[in-house]
Structures are given as C-alpha cells and as structure tokens.
C-alpha cells in the first residue's frame, strides 16, 4: 500500500483548504483511512478517522469545520477543512492501517505529509 498526500498550502485566518490521499497498492488490505498532524517537537494529534463502515470519527479540535469524505472510484478520501485557525498551522499526514492483510499486515502506513500554515 502507498499512500500520497496532497492539497495543503496556506490560507488567512477563517479560511479553507481540502487535503487529498490517493491511496494504490493492496487496498483491500487497509481497514481504516484517515489524517494525523504533527508539528516538530510536539505529540501527534489524531485529526480524522474514517472507518470501514463510513462513520468518520474527527479529534476533538476539528470537529464541525473538518469533513471527510470519499471517493470509491479512485480510492481516495478528502478532507475538507474550513475556519482554519493559526494553531492548525502543521504537516499533516495521511494514514492507512492497520493493515489487513499482505506482507505488511498489523502496520500503518504513511503519506509523505503536506504542510498547511494559517496565518492571522
């Protein structure tokens, strides 16, 4: 499975941003897709979760101005993120696991990370 993030950039405050992670590979293997964030120094935050029954679960910081979102065709999800705040200024990175299958089976896979910066 490899994962590739995209779609980060910088906005003002109050603004909007989507994410992208195309997800290729051994797709039927991932059980749960989703994004982290991280910033240098600091413990990684669970941003959002989308579940193989389709319920998102969201961080409790981001819920009600994220949303997740799928596309099945192309085996991508979205994140759409709107009131952005400085303090969500970080990398943020896509994630896939634990992986269900293959040679990498019970691990976590992760996208190359994309910045977002909001300024005030």
């Known amino acids: 499975v490899e994962l590739l993030d995209s779609g980060g950039g910088s906005v003002q405050s109050g603004g909007s941003l989507r994410l992208s992670c195309a997800a290729s590979g051994e797709i039927w293997c991932i059980r749960d897709l989703g994004w982290y964030r991280q910033s240098l120094g600091m413990e990684r935050e669970l941003v959002a979760t989308l579940l193989p029954s389709g319920t998102v679960n969201y961080g409790q910081s981001v819920k009600d101005r994220f949303t997740v979102s799928k596309d099945n065709h192309d085996y991508k999800i979205y994140m759409q993120m709107t009131s952005l705040q400085p303090e969500d200024t970080t990398v943020y990175y896509c994630?896939?696991?634990?992986?269900?299958?293959?040679?990498?089976?019970?691990?976590?896979?992760w996208g190359q990370g994309t910045q977002v910066t909001v300024s005030s």
């Open positions: 994630y896939a696991g634990p992986l269900l299958c293959g040679v990498r089976k019970g691990t976590f896979v």
